[in-house]
């Protein structure tokens, strides 16, 4: 069974939901100069650690469903890794190499023949 449809569409309800109680959080305030309001719509010590608590799960819910996305991500594709695909050589022969490429070419001697006007 394809189970990534499935996380797909729990991971963008976690998204929203995580979202909607990071806006209805009362603002401390400073944040980019526009000071905290006096009232918010939840208020007092309890609703805060209501908030908080249900930011906290809400966030850690939408981290293991990225988890789960990247690794069934990585299963269904059968392309290899750009990491594998980078050939491994040691300094020594990345330095023989690069003397090889700058050796010049030996050209072939050309015979001296008197040029036809």
């Known amino acids: 069974m394809n189970f990534f449809p499935i996380l797909l ?3 963008l309800l976690l998204a929203i939901a995580l979202v909607g109680v990071v806006l209805l959080q009362r603002s401390e305030g400073g944040a ?3 000071g905290g309001g006096g009232g918010g719509l939840l208020t007092g010590q ?7 608590r249900t ?5 850690g819910a939408f981290f293991l469903t990225s988890l789960g996305l990247a690794i069934l991500a990585n299963h269904q594709s059968q392309a290899p890794s ?6 491994v050589t040691t300094p ?4 023989a190499e690069a003397t090889k490429a700058k050796a010049p070419a030996k050209t072939p001697a050309l015979p001296s023949a008197p ?3």
């Open 32 to 34: 980019l100069g526009m």
């Open 9 to 11: 569409v729990i991971h």
């Open 82 to 87: 750009p990491f594998d695909q980078v050939p």
């Open 55 to 59: 930011t906290a799960i809400l966030a």
């Open 92 to 95: 020594a022969a990345a330095k």
């Open 115 to 117: 040029l036809a006007r």
């Open 46 to 52: 309890a609703a805060g650690n209501l908030l908080t």
